[in-house]
């Protein structure tokens, strides 16, 4: 089974690039590449297809030797900061941060893990951490026996339980000793357009899309079997939260000031305009019954407006004699190549991790095989995989187990199964609203296409 979340993304500008343009380095901050065989696929980009576009991008910082994330500072400057490893995620909050040892927020400490050799230094606004300055890790020290404190909306809050090794603070790097970035619109000729990063040096990265009718940068989905749309990417999940009493009037919450919700239910995907905030008691289900409950800290609860319909732009290979080829969205503006295409397993592909492991592999998005036995005594071992039973969601045509062997997905199997629990052969139920598929030949990782992280020179 995959699961996706909902990623949130600051809001981009509307300035446009006067033309299209290829992917580049500039002159200080160099890009990261994927190098297969007769394709290439560009890595410092976190990823605009399937839920991506949310986490930051990476960079070589050529001139401080090291690598670099996007991420906007407290002064609505996005800048290239240094202090992710290159083994950790795209992710923010993976950023080691200074706190405070004090509940008057005066005696700052940096906490984090040990490899960590920077510290942000800034504030949380609305639930997001916007740094203001990167600090060099001093000598570890004792945490604060009683939780550190936080400076969150202009307060000072805790104490936080630590959980982290605490360290004195030394040197700082200030934003004017980082490149800045500029997230920016290319030439737009549809409803989707096409966002990039560019930075005084020279840079360009296509990054994410944007929505013109609905006004929202958007990511790409396959919500219909091979129907892809863009999707908001800050929108609120709608979840078992209630308005009423007989649990009848969903609502959503979120701690971020979105403007639209999405529903997953009958695993299929919905989209849908944020209705009223709604400040009245709010209700989710327990064991059947309809029970009034809290939302959770720091989020708003609104209600559902009515439904949008998403833009679908068409994912169309490129010609090509080689095995892996661009897939392009056409649809958007200047068709961008958004992922690679495998045309001898015919599934979109993507290396499989960022830099762990020394035979990366162009790798399909697969659902989770299961072991199981057709017959009632748990004698017969068969490999089966549960797939969502409607229109939506099923675009993944390998399943896998070990991440190893990947067997292809074919038909329904309506005959009974069982499985081995607890050391009893019982039934196997499918989970609800998923079907059995049965799995057809096996490909292993070895038989895929081999990459190579490589960095522009």
Same mark, same amino acid.
């Given at each position: 089974?995959?699961?996706?979340?909902?990623?949130?993304?600051?809001? @981009?500008?509307?300035?446009?690039?006067?033309?299209?343009?290829?992917?580049?380095?500039?002159?200080?901050?160099?890009?990261?590449?994927?190098?297969?065989?007769?394709?290439?696929?560009?890595?410092?980009?976190?990823?605009?297809?399937?839920?991506?576009?949310?986490?930051?991008?990476?960079?070589?910082?050529?001139?401080?030797?090291?690598?670099?994330?996007?991420?906007?500072?407290?002064?609505?400057?996005?800048?290239?900061?240094?202090?992710?490893?290159?083994?950790?995620?795209?992710?923010?909050?993976?950023?080691?941060?200074?706190?405070?040892?004090?509940?008057? @927020?005066?005696?700052?400490?940096?906490?984090?893990?040990?490899?960590?050799?920077?510290?942000?230094?800034?504030?949380?606004?609305?639930?997001?951490?916007?740094?203001?300055?990167?600090?060099?890790?001093?000598?570890?020290?004792?945490?604060?026996?009683?939780?550190?404190?936080?400076?969150?909306?202009?307060?000072?809050?805790?104490?936080?339980?630590?959980?982290?090794?605490?360290?004195?603070?030394?040197?700082?790097?200030?934003?004017?000793?980082?490149?800045?970035?500029?997230?920016?619109?290319?030439?737009?000729?549809?409803?989707?357009?096409?966002?990039?990063?560019?930075?005084?040096?020279?840079?360009?990265?296509?990054?994410?899309?944007?929505?013109?009718?609905?006004?929202?940068?958007?990511?790409?989905?396959?919500?219909?079997?091979?129907?892809?749309? @863009?999707?908001?990417?800050?929108?609120?999940?709608?979840?078992?939260?209630?308005?009423?009493?007989?649990?009848?009037?969903?609502?959503?919450?979120?701690?971020?000031?979105?403007?639209?919700?999405?529903?997953?239910?009958?695993?299929?995907?919905?989209?849908?305009?944020?209705?009223?905030?709604?400040?009245?008691?709010?209700?989710?289900?327990?064991?059947?019954?309809?029970?009034?409950?809290?939302?959770?800290?720091?989020?708003?609860?609104?209600?559902?407006?009515?439904?949008?319909?998403?833009?679908?732009?068409?994912?169309?290979?490129?010609?090509?004699?080689?095995?892996?080829?661009?897939?392009?969205?056409?649809?958007?503006?200047?068709?961008?190549?958004?992922?690679?295409?495998?045309?001898?397993?015919?599934?979109?592909?993507?290396?499989?991790?960022?830099?762990?492991?020394?035979?990366?592999?162009?790798?399909?998005?697969?659902?989770?095989?299961?072991?199981?036995?057709?017959?009632?005594?748990?004698?017969?071992?068969?490999?089966?995989?549960?797939?969502?039973?409607?229109? @939506?969601?099923?675009?993944?045509?390998?399943?896998?187990?070990?991440?190893?062997?990947?067997?292809?997905?074919?038909?329904?199997?309506?005959?009974?199964?069982?499985?081995?629990?607890?050391?009893?052969?019982?039934?196997?139920?499918?989970?609800?609203?998923?079907?059995?598929?049965?799995?057809?030949?096996?490909?292993?990782?070895?038989?895929?296409?081999?990459?190579?992280?490589?960095?522009?020179?």
């Amino acid at each position: 089974m995959r699961w996706w979340v909902c990623w949130l993304l600051a809001a @981009c500008g509307d300035n446009l690039v006067d033309e299209p343009a290829d992917q580049h380095s500039g002159s200080r901050l160099k890009l990261y590449w994927y190098d297969y065989d007769g394709a290439r696929e560009v890595a410092s980009r976190a990823g605009f297809y399937q839920d991506g576009s949310g986490r930051a991008n990476r960079f070589y910082d050529l001139e401080r030797a090291e690598d670099c994330t996007t991420i906007e500072w407290l002064d609505g400057t996005i800048r290239c900061t240094p202090g992710i490893g290159p083994t950790e995620p795209f992710d923010v909050l993976t950023y080691a941060t200074t706190v405070y040892a004090d509940a008057g @927020c005066a005696q700052l400490i940096g906490r984090g893990a040990p490899q960590a050799d920077y510290f942000l230094h800034g504030e949380w606004k609305a639930n997001r951490f916007y740094p203001s300055l990167v600090i060099h890790r001093g000598r570890a020290i004792p945490g604060p026996a009683g939780g550190y404190y936080e400076r969150r909306d202009g307060e000072c809050v805790g104490p936080v339980e630590n959980d982290e090794p605490t360290y004195e603070l030394a040197s700082s790097i200030s934003g004017s000793e980082l490149v800045e970035v500029e997230r920016r619109e290319l030439a737009a000729t549809t409803r989707i357009g096409h966002l990039a990063d560019l930075s005084d040096d020279g840079m360009l990265l296509r990054d994410a899309f944007h929505d013109h009718e609905l006004d929202t940068d958007c990511y790409l989905l396959t919500v219909h079997g091979l129907s892809t749309v @863009c999707a908001p990417d800050a929108a609120a999940c709608i979840d078992d939260l209630f308005l009423d009493a007989d649990c009848t009037r969903p609502g959503a919450s979120s701690a971020e000031d979105v403007r639209f919700a999405y529903s997953e239910t009958s695993n299929c995907v919905s989209y849908f305009r944020r209705g009223d905030l709604v400040t009245t008691p709010v209700y989710h289900q327990v064991a059947g019954a309809c029970v009034e409950t809290t939302p959770p800290a720091g989020e708003t609860v609104f209600e559902i407006g009515p439904p949008v319909t998403l833009a679908e732009v068409d994912l169309v290979p490129a010609p090509s004699l080689n095995r892996l080829t661009d897939l392009h969205a056409q649809g958007s503006s200047d068709d961008p190549a958004v992922a690679l295409f495998d045309t001898d397993a015919t599934t979109i592909c993507g290396y499989d991790d960022f830099f762990h492991r020394p035979d990366g592999r162009c790798l399909p998005a697969p659902w989770g095989a299961d072991d199981a036995y057709g017959d009632p005594n748990c004698v017969q071992p068969i490999q089966i995989s549960q797939v969502p039973a409607g229109t @939506c969601d099923n675009d993944a045509r390998y399943a896998t187990s070990d991440f190893e062997r990947y067997h292809e997905i074919i038909g329904v199997i309506d005959s009974a199964f069982t499985h081995s629990e607890t050391g009893r052969c019982i039934p196997l139920v499918p989970t609800p609203g998923y079907a059995v598929h049965a799995l057809g030949r096996t490909v292993l990782r070895s038989e895929f296409v081999r990459g190579v992280p490589v960095v522009d020179p």
